[in-house]
Every structure is written in C-alpha cells, then in structure tokens.
C-alpha cells in the first residue's frame, strides 16, 4: 500500500483470531495467560464446549507470544494446547514449543504470521 504523504510504502498489518484449545477432564476452571493479556491468571477464561475439552478466541496481531494455563487456581505446563488459526473450514496449527521462565518453570510459545 501506497503511503502517499511520506512518499513511501508501509506494511499493514491485521489482529487474527487465535483458536487455544485445552484439553483437561478434571478441571473445574481454566483460564488463558501470556503476554497479550499481562498475564493476568484470571482474565481470560475459558469455555468448556464438550467433556474435557476447553476453548478460547484471542485476537492477536502478527509475532511471538509467550502463554500459560491457570488451571484450577494454579499454573500448569501439561497437557500443551492447541493453537490454531483460521476460518471455519481451515485450520492451522501454528508453530510453537516451550521455553523456559524466570520463575524456573517453562511456558508455551507460538507464531502469528
């Protein structure tokens, strides 16, 4: 895209929705945390549509981002979530893995292309 008053070009850029999928039978409580919400532990809950099986939708603009479950009142690392993007006929999981914390624990991590 054109940027005309400046005389040159710049990228636009568009939030996506993230897709986080948890899966947990016994939890009783899950909430979302990382670096796009301050990592508040109970800002962002999570909705159980089926046994065992948690959901959330963020949207998040193209970069990396570091996330943890809050599960039942305290972090955990296992079971890993799903991360995905795209429409409702597509989906991509998006690249990730673990990386460790300055607590001494590790937390998850993922791409937004």
């Not at 895209?1 to 005389?7: C, E, I, S």
């Not at 809950?45 to 039942?72: H, I, N, S, T």
């Not at 955990?76 to 673990?98: A, R």
């Amino acid at each position: 895209m054109d940027d005309h008053k400046n005389g040159g070009k710049f990228l636009v850029t568009r939030a996506k929705d993230v897709e986080f999928i948890f899966r947990s039978s016994n939890a009783m409580k899950v909430y979302l945390a990382g670096e796009f919400n301050s990592w508040e532990a109970e800002s962002l809950p999570m909705k159980k549509y089926q046994e065992g099986v948690w959901e959330a939708m963020v949207k998040l603009l193209p970069g990396r981002y570091e996330y943890k479950m809050f599960v039942d009142n305290a972090w955990t690392e296992k079971p890993p979530c799903t991360v995905m993007i795209g429409g409702s006929c597509f989906k991509l999981i998006l690249d990730g893995g673990l990386v460790p914390n300055h607590f001494g624990t590790q937390n998850y991590f993922f791409w937004v292309k």
